[in-house]
């Protein structure tokens, strides 16, 4: 799981709270991402960030929010509004990829948010 | 919009066996490439990629893929395999142009060896 790394492994939320979970990485890389990972259904992109004090969002935003404060932190806060937010979530970060080429993603081992 | 699709959702082959785990995809222009392999409750790791050049690609623990540009399919190959190989193994693309770097992951293939 090479330098990433998430807490808590395991996650527990009773519904309508909001849980923020963690993603450092000691890699100096400057892109970092947030997968969703549902069974029979791949990972899915929920926001990605290319540089410090920026980010975007993915294919599945909506309930989701990150901030990007430093180069090593991505954190992700799942919100009361992600309707079904039981699932594998998965940090990944990279070398920025540029047009001519595009560098593999580093992943964290993942923590697993159970909603009761 | 770029997709891939990785046809099988297990496959089973006897150790020592050669093995294939199948991904076609679909891009507007040529393709980035990879290979991702997941143990149970566990992160990502990568095998292997395409981005240009020779189309057998040689990657980590013995596995290699064939890009093929004209079927659009990128198959995960090892010659012979091992009880360790089994694993979630998947596919994904970049288009090179226009894709906002941004990976598309196939569903997975679930790889069982067995003795």
């Known amino acids: 799981d090479g330098g990433i790394t998430q807490s808590p492994k395991y996650l527990f939320r009773k519904e309508g709270q909001n849980v923020t979970l963690s993603c450092e990485q000691n890699?100096?890389?400057?892109?970092m991402y947030w997968y969703r990972q549902d069974p029979g259904q791949g990972l899915r992109l929920i926001y990605y960030?290319?540089?410090?004090?920026?980010?975007q969002k993915g294919d599945i935003a909506e309930g989701y929010s990150v901030s990007r404060e430093k180069k090593e932190s991505f954190p992700l806060t799942v919100t009361s509004a992600q309707k079904n937010p039981t699932a594998f979530y998965l940090c990944?970060?990279?070398?920025?990829?540029?047009?001519?080429?595009?560098?593999?993603?580093?992943f964290g081992p993942g923590t697993r948010l159970t909603v009761l | 919009a770029q997709s891939v699709a990785q046809p099988e959702d297990q496959v089973n082959v006897a150790e020592g066996n050669p093995l294939t785990v199948k991904c076609t995809y679909s891009v507007s222009g040529n393709p980035y490439l990879f290979w991702y392999v997941q143990y149970p409750n566990r992160g990502l790791q990568f095998l292997l990629k395409y981005i240009t050049g020779d189309n057998l690609v040689k990657g980590s623990y013995g596995f290699e893929a064939e890009f093929n540009k004209s079927q659009t399919s990128f198959h995960l190959k090892k010659p012979s395999a091992l009880v360790s190989d089994s694993a979630l193994y998947f596919c994904a693309v970049r288009a090179v142009t226009g894709g906002g770097n941004k990976l598309t992951f196939g569903t997975g293939t679930q790889l069982k060896v067995e003795l």
């Open positions: 890699l100096n890389h400057d892109a």
């Open positions: 960030s290319q540089i410090v004090n920026d980010f």
């Open positions: 990944a970060s990279s070398i920025p990829s540029s047009g001519s080429s595009h560098n593999e993603q580093f």
